[in-house]
């Protein structure tokens, strides 16, 4: 989904960073392995940009984003640490990523915008798209508030990539 910028008290935040793309990743071979090559169509959802509202929280209806059938609040951190996701996800195929519930996964960036170590925690699901074309969708990005996410083994993005094809 392409997503239309938003204005809050005349500041218009450009989205246009979170429209979908496509990139190649290729897996070298190893020992009696080929090289593997993916191509990977990405999404976000509106979850990067925005939060649900917090119990008894009053709020301006500027920051409510509307998409199909959802509303949520627009957030102004969660849109500037969105701004290097599209980076990050390019480069997946060199990121720990982790099981989370279900059939998604996450992986997460350890900078926020001051500089400072945080988790960034960026949760995804990738689905087969055909024979070596996969989607992933990353569903939902935001700072964990000092509560670290539980971690299993790691498993590499390729191994994911791979299983799933």
């Known amino acids: 989904m392409k997503w239309k910028p938003h204005e809050v008290e005349g500041k218009v935040y450009d989205l246009s960073h979170l429209h979908p793309f496509s990139f190649t990743l290729v897996v070298p071979g190893k020992k009696?392995?080929?090289?593997?090559?993916?191509?990977?169509?990405?999404?976000?959802?509106?979850?990067?940009?925005?939060?649900?509202?917090?119990?008894?929280?009053?709020?301006?209806?500027?920051?409510e984003y509307k998409c199909d059938n959802e509303t949520r609040l627009f957030d102004e951190e969660r849109y500037a640490l969105s701004r290097p996701l599209p980076d990050i996800i390019r480069r997946i195929g060199d990121r720990k990523c982790y099981h989370a519930k279900d059939t998604n996964f996450f992986t997460i960036e350890a900078i926020d915008r001051e500089g400072r170590r945080v988790e960034y925690s960026i949760f995804f699901a990738v689905y087969r798209r055909d024979k070596n074309g996969l989607t992933l969708v990353v569903q939902s990005a935001y700072l964990r508030d000092g509560v670290p996410v539980a971690r299993r083994r790691p498993i590499k993005f390729s191994i994911i990539a791979f299983n799933i094809v």
């Open 32 to 63: 009696n392995q080929s090289t593997a090559t993916y191509q990977i169509r990405v999404e976000f959802s509106m979850h990067c940009f925005t939060r649900s509202a917090r119990d008894g929280e009053s709020y301006s209806s500027v920051l």
